[in-house]
């Protein structure tokens, strides 16, 4: 007998923009995963879940990501927190049914902490981990596959940023720079952000390429960002003491610096050490930053920009598509905290197209997407490790690129904090 993927439907609680909630979660990056689930296992695996999931502590709320409306069912409050500051909320009565979904229970025992997928029925499950970084990312795979299969839309793992009307995609494995990358790019005076993490472009259907324009959508109402951001951004220390926290780090003891790095609380005498540990996040919505007027939904493609870093690589290469995709399928990046198992942090791996979060890639599909829009844009990589590279560096070829020699003029004048 099917389990029913509709329990009682429970509001979550508005959450207050304003109260102080740093969530230390028990695992502070994903946990071991099984993505071919078969319904009959799902069935099996809810039976042995949904049990924990008692009426009176069941928090369901429907996201629309990009048009597609993920359902989270949890027990868990911080996840039902973030979730509902993080996504647009879906249709408020059933006039839409969601087309995935996603179960979060902790408290089951005799369990590990692992996350399951099945493919079929387009559901997650997470068990016993409230880290909200890895069901995050899940949502945006269970859509990406429904957008791409569906609506001819790609998504990709990356950033986007305009600049006097001009939009700069920036492409890069997690912890090389897109992030920082953006907030550099959205002071300049006629910068704006659109996102930094997650970014969709839709293409036209077959038979239907002329004259099409490809414009970027970000879906997220609320950014989910690293706190180390602020080691180099200061000004937004007081802007995350606003937000809702994730594993910031508030005893020096565990700090996790690189040599020579001074630490928030015992060197500066400080609450936290927002860069303690590089996968500590925040929910920040995006006008708290410089204000409305400094955000956008949508962006322009002119520029497509890769980003990896090493010691060995030239500091700028313009790319062909073909050159390009060959990039993107290698995948080349070193695991970041957060970013897989803790015993892989520091090594490198294969991320190919740079998008850990795409459940099961359809890699022809990737490369497709990837060569339309490489013959709309220009494509350049950038090495952020290169000798004598920095963050303005990287910037003032960013800015050089999408719009020339002059681009840079006025940039990197930090907000008042």
Not at 236 to 250: A, D, G, Q, S, T
Not at 370 to 382: G, L, N, S, T, V
Request: with cysteine; glycine share 8%; aromatic share 8%.
């Amino acid at each position: 007998m099917a389990v029913s993927l509709e329990p009682r439907r429970v509001p979550v609680p508005a959450p207050s923009a304003r109260r102080l909630n740093n969530f230390h979660t028990a695992s502070q990056g994903r946990v071991a995963s099984t993505k071919d689930l078969s319904p009959k296992q799902l069935d099996d695996l809810l039976r042995k879940v949904l049990p924990s999931l008692h009426f009176s502590s069941t928090y369901q709320w429907d996201a629309r990501i990009n048009g597609i409306v993920v359902r989270l069912v949890t027990n868990s409050p911080h996840q039902a927190d973030f979730w509902q500051e993080n996504w647009w909320p879906g249709p408020n009565d059933d006039s839409v049914q969601p087309q995935a979904f996603i179960y979060s229970v902790s408290g089951v025992p005799g369990m590990d902490a692992h996350a399951y997928y099945c493919p079929d029925r387009d559901t997650s499950v997470f068990v016993n981990t409230e880290y909200y970084g890895q069901c995050k990312s899940w949502a945006l795979g269970m859509a990406a596959k429904l957008l791409e299969q569906r609506f001819h839309t790609h998504s990709i793992h990356g950033a986007c940023g305009i600049v006097a009307g001009r939009g700069v995609v920036i492409i890069a494995p997690t912890g090389t720079g897109k992030t920082t990358q953006v907030n550099r790019l959205f002071q300049h005076p006629e910068g704006k952000v659109c996102g930094d993490d997650w970014i969709y472009i839709r293409h036209p259907p077959p038979g239907q390429e002329q004259g099409f324009h490809f414009e970027v959508v970000q879906p997220e109402r609320r950014l989910y960002v690293r706190t180390e951001n602020a080691k180099e951004e200061r000004w937004l220390e007081p802007i995350f003491e606003r937000c809702k926290l994730e594993n910031v780090v508030e005893d020096p003891s565990k700090c996790l610096h690189e040599k020579g790095e001074a630490c928030g609380i015992k060197d500066e005498g400080k609450e936290r050490c927002y860069w303690g540990f590089a996968n500590a996040r925040a929910i920040l919505p995006r006008e708290w930053m410089l204000g409305p007027h400094k955000v956008a939904d949508r962006a322009p493609m002119d520029l497509i920009v890769l980003l990896r870093r090493d010691h060995e690589s030239p500091a700028e290469v313009e790319l062909t598509p073909d050159a390009a995709i060959a990039v993107l399928k290698e995948g080349r990046t070193m695991i970041r905290p957060g970013a897989g198992p803790k015993e892989q942090w520091g090594k490198y791996g294969s991320e190919p197209w740079y998008n850990p979060y795409l459940l099961q890639p359809d890699h022809a599909a990737q490369e497709r997407f990837f060569r339309a829009e490489m013959q709309h844009a220009k494509c350049i990589i950038i090495n952020t490790g290169a000798p004598g590279e920095s963050i303005g560096r990287t910037r003032d070829r960013i800015l050089k690129n999408l719009l020339g020699e002059h681009g840079s003029d006025g940039a990197g004048k930090l907000p008042r904090a």
